[in-house]
Nanobody, 121 residues
Framework: QEQLVESGGGLVQAGGSLRLSCAAS????????MGWFRQAPGKQRELVATIRTGGSPDYADSVKGRFTISRDNAKNTVYLQMNSLKPEDTAVYYCNADIIYSGSRYSYDYWGQGTQVTVSS
């Protein structure tokens, strides 16, 4: 079944750390880009970090120096290590990936179900 499954969200105090994971499943031919977005209540969904196969990661200015995105291509998994968390990082975090599945000529954009991250002050 084609899907992205996230894990690792939760409640943490300001200054703490969390690590999010997202695994892509199904008959995957290739994954070009994997990344994380977030959406806080009343706000639009925004890019947090993204990483392309063989490329350097990109980060939103608000998380540079605090968050690190990484990939395990063998496991079709992307991670987001979040350090020095702030209350303004509170949001639902969504995994996103650009995937070519077996039987398809084209890549499509897939989203995870979202995982809640809450940072208390």
């Amino acid at each position: 079944q084609e899907q992205l499954v996230e894990s690792g969200g939760g409640l943490v105090q300001a200054g703490g750390s969390l690590r999010l994971s997202c695994a892509a499943s199904g008959s995957i031919v290739s994954i070009n880009r994997m990344g994380w977005f977030r959406q806080a209540p009343g706000k639009q969904r925004e890019l947090v970090a993204t990483i392309r196969t063989g490329g350097s990661p990109d980060y939103a200015d608000s998380v540079k120096g605090r968050f690190t995105i990484s990939r395990d291509n063998a496991k079709n998994t992307v991670y987001l290590q979040m350090n020095s968390l702030k209350p303004e990082d509170t949001a639902v975090y969504y995994c996103n990936a650009d995937i070519i599945y077996s039987g398809s000529r084209y890549s499509y954009d897939y989203w995870g179900q979202g995982t809640q991250v809450t940072v208390s002050s």
